[in-house]
C-alpha cells in the first residue's frame, strides 16, 4: 500500500496586494488520518480547502501531494451545490460521470440508506429540505474514492439527532477509506468526535494556534460514547481555549 | 392541469358573439363592410385560396425563409454567446458591436439588402437572421454568466475537463435561457420576415396582405392576418414541444418543472 501525504511548507495566501490573511509554516497530513479544522468564521478555512482542492492556486510556498499515482480529490462545498436539473440519485453519482466509471451499486445503495436518503432518491434539489440537500452533497462526496477528501462543513444543516448519527457514519466511512480527509466545522465537539487529529487556526494573519491528536475516546458508537468519556471534556476544553485564546481576524 | 371542456367553450363564447355583431353590423350596412370587412368573406377567401393554391404559394414564400432565418440566426447567435463568455478578451471586443447592431432594428437595413440580394427570399432569410442573431447572442451569454462559479470548482475537483463542464454544466444550465431567447425571437422573426415583404418582394403572405389592402379588399386582409396568428401559435407550439424532448434524461422520471426552476436555490 503506498503512502500518501500532503505537505505544506510555508504556505501564505494574500488576496491581489492585500497583507497576507493565511501563513502555515509546515504542516504534514498522511493518509489514514482525519484531521478536522476549527477556527472562527473568516478566517480563511474554506479558502486554505480551496488551495488543498487545487481550484486556487494563487498563494505562495508549496503543497506537494505524494502519491504514486493520479491523485483524487473530493470536496464537499460549504453550499450543496446540487444540480437542479439532476434528481438526488444522478447527483450522487455526478462524479462517476464526470469520470466516465461506473459505480458500484451496492456502495450506492449503502451510501443511500445510510445517510437516510432512501425515500428521496428520485426527488429534485428543489424539492428537498436544506438538511436533506446537504446528505445529497455529503454522498457525492463520500461515494468517490479520493486520495484526499475535503468536507467543508458537513453537517452544518442537520440537527443535533441527525448529526450524532451522521457523525458515526462520516466517522466509519472515512476510517474505513484509510485516505486523507480534512473536516472544517465551527462545532468543537464535532471536530473531537470525527477527528484523530484537531488544528485550531486563529490569530491576524491566520496561523495554527494549536494542534493535538485525539486518543483514547471510544470507537464504537463513537459520537454518543466519546461525549460521555473523561478525556473528551479535556479535549473540549484544550479546544476551546485556543480558539479565544487569539482574537477574531479584523475584518 | 386542463381545464374542463365546458371551460374551454366558455372562452369561444366572447369571439363568437363579436363575429356575429360584426357580421350583423356589415350585413346591414354596406359602409361598415366596406370599411371593416365581413367574417362570412374572410371565411371564404381563406377557403377560395386554400383551393386555388395561392395560399400555399404564399405561405411557402413566407415561412421558408422565417423558418430556415430563426434556425440560423439563433443557433450562430447562440454560439457566438457562447464565444463571448467563454473568451473574455473576444467578448470585450464584441460587447458594443453586439449591442449596437442588437439595438438596430434589421429591417432598416432592408432597402441596402435588396439592392444586394434582390427581393426573394435570400434578402428576408438575412433579415430574419439579423432579428434573432443578436437576442440569442445575449440571452446565452447572460446564461452562461450566471451559472455559480462554485460549480466550475466543483467539477474541477472531480478532474473534468472543459468538454466534460460543457456538457454536464454549462449546456443543461443555459437550456432554459435559450428557451427563452427562442420564444423571443419567434416573435422578432416573424416581425422581420413581414417588414421584409411589405418593403419589397414578389410575394409572400405580407406581400399579399399588402395588395389586398391597395385593392380595398379588407375581409382578405383579415384573412392575412389571421395566417400570421396561426403561424405565431404553431411556432410557440414547436418550441414548446421542443422544450419538453430537450430534457436531460434523468428528469423526465417526474418532477421536473423545466422554465420555471428557482435559480437561487442552487445558490
Same mark, same amino acid.
Given at each position: 500500500?503506498?503512502?500518501?501525504?500532503?505537505?505544506?511548507?510555508?504556505?501564505?495566501?494574500?488576496?491581489?496586494?492585500?497583507?497576507?490573511?493565511?501563513?502555515?509554516?509546515?504542516?504534514?497530513?498522511?493518509?489514514?488520518?482525519?484531521?478536522?479544522?476549527?477556527?472562527?468564521?473568516?478566517?480563511?478555512?474554506?479558502?486554505?480547502?480551496?488551495?488543498?482542492?487545487?481550484?486556487?492556486?494563487?498563494?505562495?510556498?508549496?503543497?506537494?501531494?505524494?502519491?504514486?499515482?493520479?491523485?483524487?480529490?473530493?470536496?464537499?462545498?460549504?453550499?450543496?451545490?446540487?444540480?437542479?436539473?439532476? *434528481? /438526488?440519485?444522478?447527483? @450522487?453519482? =455526478?462524479?462517476?460521470? $464526470?469520470?466516465?466509471?461506473?459505480?458500484? !451499486?451496492?456502495?450506492?445503495?449503502?451510501?443511500?440508506?445510510?445517510?437516510?436518503?432512501?425515500?428521496?432518491?428520485?426527488?429534485?434539489?428543489?424539492?428537498?429540505?436544506?438538511?436533506?440537500?446537504?446528505?445529497?452533497?455529503?454522498?457525492?462526496?463520500?461515494?468517490?474514492?479520493?486520495?484526499?477528501?475535503?468536507?467543508?462543513?458537513?453537517?452544518?444543516?442537520?440537527?443535533?439527532?441527525?448529526?450524532?448519527?451522521?457523525?458515526?457514519?462520516?466517522?466509519?466511512?472515512?476510517?474505513?477509506?484509510?485516505?486523507?480527509?480534512?473536516?472544517?466545522?465551527? *462545532? /468543537?465537539?464535532?471536530? @473531537?468526535? =470525527?477527528?484523530?487529529? $484537531?488544528?485550531?487556526?486563529?490569530?491576524? !494573519?491566520?496561523?495554527?494556534?494549536?494542534?493535538?491528536?485525539?486518543?483514547?475516546?471510544?470507537?464504537?458508537?463513537?459520537?454518543?460514547?466519546?461525549?460521555?468519556?473523561?478525556?473528551?471534556?479535556?479535549?473540549?476544553?484544550?479546544?476551546?481555549?485556543?480558539?479565544?485564546?487569539?482574537?477574531?481576524?479584523?475584518? | 392541469?386542463?381545464?374542463?371542456?365546458?371551460?374551454?367553450?366558455?372562452?369561444?363564447?366572447?369571439?363568437?358573439?363579436?363575429?356575429?355583431?360584426?357580421?350583423?353590423?356589415?350585413?346591414?350596412?354596406?359602409?361598415?363592410?366596406?370599411?371593416?370587412?365581413?367574417?362570412?368573406?374572410?371565411?371564404?377567401?381563406?377557403?377560395?385560396?386554400?383551393?386555388?393554391?395561392?395560399?400555399?404559394?404564399?405561405?411557402?414564400?413566407?415561412?421558408?425563409?422565417?423558418?430556415?432565418?430563426?434556425?440560423?440566426?439563433?443557433?450562430?447567435?447562440?454560439?457566438?454567446?457562447?464565444?463571448?463568455?467563454?473568451?473574455?478578451?473576444?467578448?470585450?471586443?464584441?460587447?458594443?458591436?453586439?449591442?449596437?447592431?442588437?439595438?438596430?432594428?434589421?429591417?432598416?437595413?432592408?432597402?441596402?439588402?435588396?439592392?444586394?440580394?434582390?427581393?426573394?427570399?435570400?434578402?428576408?432569410?438575412?433579415?430574419?437572421?439579423?432579428?434573432?442573431?443578436?437576442?440569442?447572442?445575449?440571452?446565452?451569454?447572460?446564461?452562461?454568466?450566471?451559472?455559480?462559479?462554485?460549480?466550475?470548482?466543483?467539477?474541477?475537483?472531480?478532474?473534468?475537463?472543459?468538454?466534460?463542464?460543457?456538457?454536464?454544466?454549462?449546456?443543461?444550465?443555459?437550456?432554459?435561457?435559450?428557451?427563452?431567447?427562442?420564444?423571443?425571437?419567434?416573435?422578432?422573426?416573424?416581425?422581420?420576415?413581414?417588414?421584409?415583404?411589405?418593403?419589397?418582394?414578389?410575394?409572400?403572405?405580407?406581400?399579399?396582405?399588402?395588395?389586398?389592402?391597395?385593392?380595398?379588399?379588407?375581409?382578405?386582409?383579415?384573412?392575412?392576418?389571421?395566417?400570421?396568428?396561426?403561424?405565431?401559435?404553431?411556432?410557440?407550439?414547436?418550441?414548446?414541444?421542443?422544450?419538453?424532448?430537450?430534457?436531460?434524461?434523468?428528469?423526465?422520471?417526474?418532477?421536473?418543472?423545466?422554465?420555471?426552476?428557482?435559480?437561487?436555490?442552487?445558490?
Amino acid at each position: 500500500m503506498p503512502i500518501t501525504s500532503l505537505k505544506l511548507q510555508n504556505l501564505r495566501k494574500r488576496f491581489h496586494s492585500n497583507p497576507v490573511v493565511l501563513s502555515l509554516e509546515s504542516l504534514s497530513l498522511y493518509d489514514g488520518m482525519v484531521t478536522c479544522i476549527l477556527g472562527p468564521t473568516g478566517c480563511g478555512k474554506s479558502t486554505l480547502m480551496s488551495m488543498l482542492a487545487g481550484i486556487d492556486l494563487d498563494y505562495e510556498g508549496t503543497i506537494i501531494a505524494d502519491t504514486s499515482g493520479h491523485f483524487r480529490i473530493s470536496y464537499q462545498f460549504q453550499t450543496d451545490l446540487l444540480l437542479p436539473w439532476r *434528481n /438526488v440519485t444522478g447527483n @450522487i453519482l =455526478l462524479p462517476f460521470e $464526470v469520470s466516465s466509471q461506473k459505480c458500484a !451499486p451496492e456502495k450506492l445503495e449503502g451510501l443511500i440508506k445510510s445517510l437516510w436518503l432512501e425515500d428521496v432518491q428520485e426527488k429534485f434539489p428543489e424539492e428537498l429540505s436544506t438538511g436533506t440537500r446537504q446528505r445529497v452533497a455529503l454522498a457525492r462526496a463520500l461515494i468517490v474514492d479520493a486520495d484526499l477528501r475535503i468536507f467543508d462543513e458537513p453537517l452544518s444543516a442537520q440537527d443535533f439527532a441527525s448529526r450524532l448519527h451522521l457523525e458515526a457514519v462520516l466517522r466509519s466511512e472515512l476510517r474505513r477509506s484509510d485516505k486523507i480527509s480534512i473536516i472544517v466545522t465551527h *462545532n /468543537v465537539e464535532e471536530a @473531537i468526535v =470525527l477527528g484523530d487529529r $484537531v488544528l485550531v487556526l486563529g490569530g491576524s !494573519p491566520t496561523r495554527v494556534v494549536a494542534d493535538f491528536h485525539i486518543s483514547g475516546l471510544p470507537e464504537i458508537n463513537r459520537p454518543v460514547a466519546a461525549r460521555k468519556s473523561d478525556a473528551f471534556a479535556s479535549y473540549v476544553a484544550q479546544a476551546s481555549a485556543a480558539l479565544v485564546s487569539k482574537a477574531p481576524p479584523s475584518r | 392541469m386542463r381545464d374542463h371542456l365546458p371551460n374551454q367553450l366558455l372562452r369561444v363564447i366572447p369571439l363568437l358573439v363579436l363575429l356575429s355583431a360584426w357580421e350583423i353590423l356589415a350585413t346591414t350596412s354596406s359602409r361598415i363592410a366596406f370599411l371593416f370587412g365581413r367574417p362570412t368573406t374572410t371565411f371564404t377567401v381563406l377557403i377560395s385560396r386554400t383551393f386555388d393554391g395561392t395560399l400555399l404559394l404564399d405561405a411557402a414564400a413566407t415561412l421558408i425563409p422565417l423558418l430556415s432565418g430563426f434556425l440560423i440566426g439563433n443557433l450562430t447567435g447562440a454560439a457566438l454567446g457562447l464565444l463571448v463568455w467563454r473568451f473574455p478578451r473576444f467578448g470585450f471586443l464584441a460587447q458594443p458591436y453586439l449591442t449596437g447592431l442588437g439595438a438596430l432594428p434589421a429591417f432598416i437595413l432592408a432597402p441596402l439588402l435588396i439592392v444586394w440580394f434582390g427581393t426573394g427570399a435570400a434578402m428576408k432569410t438575412l433579415i430574419v437572421i439579423m432579428s434573432t442573431m443578436f437576442i440569442a447572442a445575449s440571452h446565452t451569454t447572460s446564461g452562461a454568466r450566471d451559472i455559480d462559479r462554485r460549480f466550475f470548482q466543483l467539477f474541477r475537483s472531480f478532474g473534468a475537463g472543459d468538454a466534460m463542464i460543457f456538457r454536464l454544466l454549462v449546456l443543461p444550465s443555459i437550456a432554459s435561457w435559450v428557451f427563452s431567447s427562442l420564444r423571443l425571437n419567434a416573435g422578432a422573426a416573424l416581425l422581420g420576415v413581414f417588414m421584409a415583404e411589405f418593403i419589397s418582394s414578389g410575394r409572400g403572405l405580407a406581400h399579399r396582405t399588402l395588395m389586398d389592402a391597395g385593392l380595398y379588399n379588407i375581409s382578405a386582409v383579415w384573412a392575412g392576418a389571421l395566417c400570421v396568428v396561426a403561424i405565431a401559435l404553431v411556432l410557440d407550439g414547436c418550441i414548446t414541444i421542443l422544450q419538453r424532448a430537450g430534457r436531460p434524461p434523468l428528469s423526465r422520471s417526474g418532477g421536473y418543472h423545466a422554465p420555471t426552476y428557482d435559480r437561487t436555490v442552487a445558490r
